[in-house]
T-cell receptor, first 112, second 114 residues
C-alpha cells in the first residue's frame, strides 16, 4: 500500500534459518504495527511500536520472534530458527492521526 | 479481551445482487470499527470506519455499514455487487484503552457469479 514499504516481498527459507523482514513506514514517526496472516486465517497482531514507549509485544507467538524499530522509523521483524508453521504473510501497518492505518503489501514467507 | 466475529467464511453472490457481510464484536465499551478489503495478492484497503455520530457510514466503492450498539454489530452492505468486488473482507475493531491496535475478524471471502 502507498506509504508503507515492506521488503522482501517474498522470502523462501529453509527450516531452522533466521530471517529478517523489513518495514519502512516512509512517513517517519508514526505508530507501527506488525501482523501475521496465515493461509486461510485472519490477521493476527504481533507487535506494536508507539513513540518512545515500550513496544507492546503481547502478540509475539514465541521467543523466536523479535522486532525492533530504529530511530522511530524503519522496523525489522526477526524470526529465529524458522519453523514451517511460521509460513505466512507478514504485514506492517503505520498509524497516523485518528486511527488512520495504512498497510504495506506484506512479505510472503515460506519455510521449506 | 476484545474479539471480532465474522460468522460467514464464504459468501457467493450473483453480480448485480445485494451483499451483506456480518460482523459482531465483543467488548464492554464501544470500539472504533473498520472494514477492510483484500483483493487477491493485494494489501489491505480501508473501505470505511466508524468512530461516533451517525450510525450509518458510507465508504468507498459503494459500500456502507451500520453500527448497531444493541446488537454489537457492524454489518457491511452493498446494494449491487460488481465482479470486481470478489475479495476477502475483514472487520476490525480498535480500543483506545488497548493501545489502539486493530483486532481483526477471521474474514469473509466473497465470490461473485456472473
Amino acid at each position: 500500500g502507498a506509504g508503507v514499504s515492506q521488503s522482501p516481498s517474498n522470502k523462501v527459507t529453509e527450516k531452522g534459518k533466521d530471517v529478517e523482514l523489513r518495514c519502512d513506514p516512509i512517513s517517519g514517526h508514526t505508530a507501527l504495527y506488525w501482523y501475521r496472516q496465515s493461509l486461510g486465517q485472519g490477521l493476527e497482531f504481533l507487535i506494536y511500536f508507539q513513540g518512545n514507549s515500550a513496544p507492546d509485544k503481547s502478540g509475539l507467538p514465541s521467543d523466536r520472534f523479535s522486532a525492533e524499530r530504529t530511530g522511530g522509523s524503519v522496523s525489522t521483524l526477526t524470526i529465529q530458527r524458522t519453523q514451517q508453521e511460521d509460513s505466512a504473510v507478514y504485514l506492517c501497518a503505520r498509524q497516523q492521526g485518528n486511527y488512520g492505518y495504512t498497510f504495506g503489501s506484506g512479505t510472503r514467507l515460506t519455510v521449506v | 479481551a476484545q474479539s471480532v466475529t465474522q460468522p460467514d467464511i464464504h459468501i457467493t453472490v450473483s453480480e448485480g445482487a445485494s451483499l451483506e457481510l456480518r460482523c459482531n464484536y465483543s467488548y464492554g465499551a464501544t470500539p472504533y470499527l473498520f472494514w477492510y478489503v483484500q483483493s487477491p495478492g493485494q494489501g489491505l484497503q480501508l473501505l470505511l470506519k466508524y468512530f461516533s455520530g451517525d450510525t450509518l457510514v458510507q465508504g468507498i466503492k459503494g459500500f456502507e455499514a451500520e453500527f448497531k450498539r444493541s446488537q454489537s454489530s457492524f454489518n457491511l452492505r452493498k446494494p449491487s455487487v460488481h465482479w470486481s468486488d470478489a475479495a476477502e473482507y475483514f472487520c476490525a475493531v480498535a480500543i483506545k484503552a488497548a493501545g489502539n491496535k486493530l483486532t481483526f475478524g477471521g474474514g469473509t471471502r466473497v465470490l461473485v457469479k456472473p
